[in-house]
């Protein structure tokens, strides 16, 4: 079973450019999970996806990021414009379970962005 | 607020030396607590969901126990190639990391 799919794996930009990054779940997943990653600490929330439809999203710091999953499968991730402090692994997630369920995530090797 | 501490920040063993992660947490009504794995450079790789206190569940050197507050990662007799960081989540309202544990084990 293949497993969770991200690109890029590096991204280097200048502060107030834009980037995106992509993810691949797992096949069948109704899950998708996006968390920011800095370096020395836990996996920290971003967006909760059920679906196509958003379940929490609480943590996402709206004025500039922003994240869609057309078609309930495949998702992107989306910075405008960046500032120093996004540097950090973004990490995309999936589960087979929907909201209430058991939900053990799967991760994928995540996007190491810095932001220059 | 959900919370999660765990501790020690680093640690290092012998080969062959056991020890235990801690994982506390405070969290209205907890709906599963987790322990991942995480190698430099790559995701979190799960291993263990425990659910209710007095759960314990097992993986070659590995042991998860909760407790209400608090789990713990016991390690039975490392190898190197146990070193990685290990990190422990809570699902309550939403779903909350702990900052980690790194271990190394040196031969």
């Known amino acids: 079973e293949a497993g969770v799919a991200q690109s890029p794996r590096y991204k280097i930009i200048e502060k107030r450019q834009s980037v995106a990054f992509w993810c691949n779940p797992i096949s069948g997943h109704a899950t998708l999970y996006w968390y920011q990653q800095i370096l020395g600490q836990g996996p920290k929330l971003l967006i909760q996806f059920q679906n196509n439809g958003v379940v929490d999203d609480s943590q996402l710091p709206k004025d500039r990021f922003s994240a869609e999953r057309l078609k309930g499968v495949d998702s992107t991730l989306k910075i405008q414009p960046a500032k120093l402090e996004d540097s950090a692994v973004y990490l995309c997630a999936s589960s087979p379970h929907g909201v209430g369920g058991t939900d053990t995530q799967y991760f994928g090797p995540g996007t190491r962005l810095t932001v220059l | 607020e959900d919370q999660v501490t765990q501790s020690p920040e680093a640690l290092r063993l012998q080969e062959g030396e056991s020890s235990s992660l801690n994982c506390s947490y405070t969290?209205?009504?907890?709906?599963?607590l987790f322990w991942y794995r995480q190698d430099p450079g790559k995701g979190p790789e799960f291993l263990f969901t425990?659910?209710?206190a007095g759960e314990e569940k097992e993986k070659e050197r590995l042991k998860a126990t909760l407790t209400k507050k608090e789990s713990f990662l016991h390690i039975t007799a490392p190898k190197p190639e146990d070193s990685a960081t290990y990190l422990c989540?809570?699902?309550?309202?939403?779903?909350?990391f702990g900052a980690g544990t790194r271990l190394t084990v040196k031969p």
């Open positions: 989540a809570v699902r309550g309202n939403d779903m909350r």
């Open positions: 425990l659910y209710s």
């Open positions: 969290v209205s009504g907890l709906r599963g």
